[in-house]
C-alpha cells in the first residue's frame, strides 16, 4: 500500500469547514484502508486566525517539495475574495508558482480555486468555485473555463470545488477513485452524508448505488453483502443480519434503498463477477461460481438487468486474444 500525504494549505481566515469535511473524510479512509493516506497542515505562518476566530498554532511551514503522488489540498477564507497583496497569501501564490504541484493532485475548495488561478495553474481547464467567487475566478484566469452550478468539477490532475460542503463531497470523490467506492460508501455512512455527483461524472459504481440513506439495519445488511457477495444470501439469511423479519426487511428496503433485499445481493454479485471479469483470466463458470451465481447462464441472465455489452468485451486484450 503506498501512502499517499494529504496536505492542507491554510491562509490567515482560513474556512474550517472547507479543511475539516476534506480532513476528516482522509482519516476515515485512512482508518479502513490502514497506510492509505497521511494528513499534513502548512501554512507561510505557524500560526493563523480561522474565520470564525478560533486560531491554528503548530502548523507546518509551506515544503521545498511534496511526494510525487501527493494531493495538494487548497482550502478557501472568509470574506468576499483573495488579496493577492496580502503577505501570507502572496507567499502561498509564489510558492505554488515555483512548480510544487507538478506531481500532486490538486483539490480546491472554495476560494482556494482563485489561488490555484493567480497561481496561473488553472489556465486552459475546466474549473470552478463558490457561487460568491465565480466572477472573480472569471477574471483572474480568463483562460479557463469557470462553470456554474457545480458541486466540483474534474480536469485531469486538478480538481476543484463550489467550497464549504462540497469539499467533502470532492475528498469523497477521489477516495472512490483511489481506494474504491465501498471505502467511499462506508466514508460518507460514517460521516453521515450523500454520496453526491457532479453533473459531468460517470455513473455510480454498482458499489455505490442505493446507498444515499442513512438506515442502520439497511446499511448492515448492504455491507454484509459487499464484504461477501458470494455467501448464501436468501430472504432469511439477509434479515438474519438486520434483526428483523424477512417481510419488514424488505418493506425497508423498498422504502431507504428503492429496491427489494435480493435485487441488491444480485446487483453486488454482478458488480463483483465485473471485477473478475476485467482483471482475471478466470473462465466464466469460475467466475460465476466466485460471484455467487449457480452458472455462467445465470450469470449472464443477470448481467443483462446492467450491462448491455457482454461479459467478453471486458476482457482485457490479451485475455480475449489468448
Known amino acids: 500500500m503506498t501512502r499517499r ?5 491554510l491562509l490567515p481566515n482560513v474556512v474550517l469547514l472547507d479543511v475539516a469535511g476534506p480532513a476528516d473524510a482522509f482519516r476515515n479512509a485512512a482508518n479502513l484502508v490502514p497506510g492509505s493516506y497521511a494528513l499534513r497542515f502548512v501554512a507561510p505562518r505557524e500560526r493563523i486566525p480561522s474565520a470564525v476566530g478560533l486560531s491554528l498554532a503548530a502548523l507546518e511551514p509551506l515544503p521545498a517539495a511534496l511526494t510525487p503522488g501527493s494531493l ?19 507567499d502561498v501564490i509564489e510558492w505554488l508558482r515555483g512548480g510544487v504541484a507538478r506531481d500532486a493532485l490538486l483539490l480546491c475548495v472554495c476560494a482556494g480555486s482563485v ?14 468555485t463558490h457561487h460568491a467567487h465565480i466572477d472573480e475566478l472569471r477574471q483572474v484566469e480568463p483562460r479557463a473555463r469557470v462553470l456554474d452550478n457545480r458541486i466540483f468539477v474534474e480536469d485531469g490532475t486538478v480538481f476543484t470545488s463550489a467550497g464549504v460542503t462540497a469539499g467533502l463531497d470532492l475528498a469523497l470523490h477521489v477516495i472512490g477513485q483511489q481506494q474504491g467506492q465501498r471505502v467511499a460508501a462506508e466514508v460518507a455512512r460514517d460521516l453521515v452524508v450523500y454520496l453526491r455527483r457532479a453533473g459531468t461524472d460517470p455513473a455510480l459504481s454498482p458499489w ?26 436468501g430472504s432469511a439469511e439477509l434479515a438474519a443480519v438486520a434483526c428483523t423479519s424477512a417481510r419488514n426487511l424488505a418493506r425497508l428496503f423498498a422504502e431507504h434503498a428503492h429496491c427489494s433485499p ?27 461460481a466466485r460471484s455467487g451465481f449457480r452458472s455462467a447462464q445465470h450469470l449472464r441472465r443477470v448481467w443483462s438487468r446492467w450491462e448491455a455489452r457482454p461479459p467478453s468485451a471486458f476482457r482485457p486484450r490479451e485475455a480475449r486474444a489468448a
Open 5 to 9: 500525504e494529504v496536505v492542507f494549505v
Open 262 to 288: 435480493l435485487d441488491y445481493v444480485q446487483l453486488i454479485r454482478f458488480a463483483f463477477a465485473k471485477q473478475l471479469v476485467t482483471g482475471s483470466r478466470l473462465d466464466l463458470e469460475r467466475v460465476a
Open 208 to 233: 455505490v448505488m442505493h446507498r444515499n440513506h442513512l438506515h442502520p439495519a439497511v446499511h448492515r445488511v448492504q455491507d454484509a453483502v459487499a464484504r461477501d457477495p458470494a455467501a448464501s444470501w
Open 72 to 90: 495538494l489540498v487548497l482550502t478557501g477564507i472568509g470574506g468576499s475574495g483573495i488579496d493577492p497583496h496580502e503577505p501570507a497569501t502572496r
Open 115 to 128: 489561488l490555484a488561478a493567480r497561481a496561473g495553474l488553472l489556465a486552459g481547464r475546466e474549473c470552478t
